[in-house]
């Protein structure tokens, strides 16, 4: 089964609104990853949260890490139709393999 | 190039084809990944190159796909006797090794099995 799950599957809001997407994985971790995907074709990393860190932010991103439940959340604030896109968690298990979530699909509407 | 680069971008092939998906990982980088995906769907983990160590094969769907990697460099993907349900995107990945750093994707290979 996938390490990580994200929910909500799907999330439609209107531009200038902030959007809270959030993973939940099973096992211990060295790091969470998350990314962006458009058009079903090549994933982009956006940030990375070490397991000692616990909040983390890039731009409009901010990540944040509950390795005692488990769970990270991303939120994007002030959204652009330009952020309509899937956006994926990552976990490494093991010797180094990265296993993902389902993904959030993302509409942020004009 | 500077990023993962993987051909061919789309393949068309009849079922019961062989095919063959090339990565170019970051020139360096010691760890490779391949992943499938539907339309749709999550980031399916198909195969595992680490450095000179035994590659992580446990993604693999059946034994009609097969990975090779040519040391620290070009790593190829077959699929034999194709079949319907291997129409995916194929993704590569690449980073500097197993520890934890940033992972790179290529593009994808687009596969529609007709």
């Known amino acids: 089964s996938q390490q990580g799950e994200e929910d909500p599957q799907a999330l439609s809001i209107q531009e200038g609104e902030n959007a809270t997407m959030n993973c939940s994985y099973k096992?211990?971790?060295?790091?969470l990853q998350w990314y962006r995907q458009n058009s079903g074709r090549g994933l982009v990393h956006l940030i990375l949260?070490?397991?000692?860190?616990r909040e983390k932010h890039s731009g409009r991103l901010r990540v944040t890490l509950d390795t005692s439940k488990k769970s990270s959340s991303l939120l994007i604030t002030a959204s652009r139709a330009a952020d309509t896109a899937s956006y994926f968690c990552a976990s490494i298990l093991g010797m180094g393999k990265l296993i993902f979530g389902q993904g959030t699909e993302l509409s942020v509407k004009p | 190039g500077a990023g993962v680069s993987q051909s061919p971008s789309n393949k068309v092939t009849e079922k019961g084809k062989d095919v063959e998906l090339r990565c170019d990982p970051i020139?360096?980088?010691?760890?490779l990944y391949w992943y499938r995906q539907r339309l749709g769907q999550g980031l399916e983990f198909l195969i595992y190159?680490?450095?000179?160590?035994?590659?992580?094969k446990s993604g693999l769907p059946s034994d009609r796909f097969s990975a090779e990697r040519t040391g620290e460099s070009v790593s190829t993907l077959t699929i034999q006797r194709t079949q319907q349900e291997d129409s995916a995107v194929y993704l590569c990945a690449s980073s500097q090794d197993s520890s934890g750093n940033t992972i790179y994707f290529g593009e994808g290979s687009w596969l529609t099995v007709v």
């Open positions: 020139s360096g980088h010691t760890a």
């Open positions: 190159f680490q450095g000179n160590s035994a590659p992580d």
């Open positions: 949260i070490r397991s000692n860190e």
């Open positions: 096992t211990s971790i060295n790091n």
